[in-house]
């Protein structure tokens, strides 16, 4: 028993590395897919027939952003996370999330087909400053995305904390927070809609295909993410608490 139950402890260490690593792998290629402002627009394969090449393009990036669009919401939904609960795996949950996003993310990039042909605007990166209010949009973007997932509980959101919490044999950390948190965090996918929202729309190059993906996510982001004014009187609230514990160790 012993020895089966050190098998499953490593095993679980195991998935939950494989999830860091391969998150943070892909986190990278999503930045350079994003924000890279010199990415190689050409569309891979010489076009005999270019509206018939343009319709089949858009057809594969299509499929792409649904097939993204369905693992996030099959993950997210309560049938799945009842079953990892059932055979006693929910320590596992946010583990297989990630690892399964980032493996669809990462197909999303490599088949990603660019249709250079049809292009709404293109910016003069090549005048200093445009490139430099292009370079600190995307800048502030990140970072607003980072720090909100670091206060969100970014332990938390990659799986560590569970299955270190398994490993202790302590109980979910997730039956910790309260039920206006927990609400909040069912409502919000991730953090810093607003910061996405900036990441697709401002691009160096608005070709048809960016703007497949822009419109796409804003959809999907604007149905998912559907808080409340409850969401919003505990933020405020909470800000609120913090703002004043802060002037309080302050003094």
Same mark, same amino acid.
């Given at each position: 028993?012993?020895?089966?139950?050190?098998?499953?402890?490593?095993?679980?260490?195991? /998935?939950?590395?494989?999830?860091?690593?391969?998150?943070?792998?892909?986190?990278?290629?999503?930045?350079?897919?994003?924000?890279?402002?010199?990415?190689?627009?050409?569309?891979?394969?010489?076009?005999?027939?270019?509206?018939?090449?343009?319709?089949?393009?858009?057809?594969?990036?299509?499929?792409?952003?649904?097939?993204?669009?369905?693992?996030?919401?099959?993950?997210?939904?309560?049938?799945?996370?009842?079953?990892?609960?059932?055979?006693?795996?929910?320590?596992?949950?946010?583990?297989?999330?990630?690892?399964?996003?980032?493996?669809?993310?990462?197909?999303?990039?490599?088949?990603?087909?660019?249709?250079?042909?049809?292009?709404?605007?293109?910016?003069?990166?090549?005048?200093?400053?445009?490139?430099?209010?292009?370079?600190?949009?995307?800048?502030?973007?990140?970072?607003?995305?980072?720090?909100?997932?670091?206060?969100?509980?970014?332990?938390?959101?990659?799986?560590?904390?569970?299955?270190?919490?398994?490993?202790?044999?302590?109980?979910?950390?997730?039956?910790?927070?309260?039920?206006?948190?927990?609400?909040?965090?069912?409502?919000?996918?991730?953090?810093?809609?607003?910061?996405?929202?900036?990441?697709?729309?401002?691009?160096?190059?608005?070709?048809?295909?960016?703007?497949?993906?822009?419109?796409?996510?804003?959809?999907?982001?604007? /149905?998912?993410?559907?808080?409340?004014?409850?969401?919003?009187?505990?933020?405020?609230?909470?800000?609120?608490?913090?703002?004043?514990?802060?002037?309080?160790?302050?003094?």
């Amino acid at each position: 028993m012993e020895l089966k139950r050190k098998v499953l402890n490593v095993a679980k260490c195991t /998935i939950c590395g494989i999830g860091l690593l391969l998150t943070f792998y892909t986190i990278m290629d999503l930045m350079l897919f994003l924000s890279d402002p010199y990415k190689q627009r050409l569309s891979g394969y010489p076009r005999r027939d270019v509206w018939t090449s343009i319709s089949w393009s858009l057809l594969v990036d299509m499929c792409l952003l649904s097939m993204f669009v369905l693992q996030h919401s099959l993950l997210s939904s309560t049938k799945i996370k009842t079953f990892f609960e059932s055979y006693g795996l929910q320590d596992l949950y946010r583990s297989f999330y990630v690892i399964t996003t980032s493996i669809v993310l990462q197909i999303v990039i490599s088949n990603w087909l660019y249709i250079p042909e049809v292009v709404l605007w293109k910016l003069n990166l090549n005048y200093k400053p445009v490139w430099w209010i292009y370079f600190g949009i995307h800048t502030i973007a990140w970072i607003l995305i980072y720090v909100g997932n670091i206060f969100m509980d970014v332990n938390e959101l990659l799986g560590i904390k569970q299955v270190a919490y398994s490993l202790k044999n302590l109980p979910d950390p997730n039956r910790r927070k309260s039920y206006e948190l927990k609400r909040l965090c069912n409502h919000v996918r991730h953090p810093s809609f607003l910061a996405f929202i900036l990441l697709i729309w401002i691009t160096s190059v608005m070709s048809l295909d960016q703007l497949l993906l822009a419109t796409v996510f804003s959809l999907y982001m604007y /149905i998912a993410w559907n808080t409340d004014q409850e969401d919003y009187i505990y933020q405020k609230n909470q800000y609120e608490l913090k703002f004043h514990e802060l002037q309080y160790v302050q003094s």
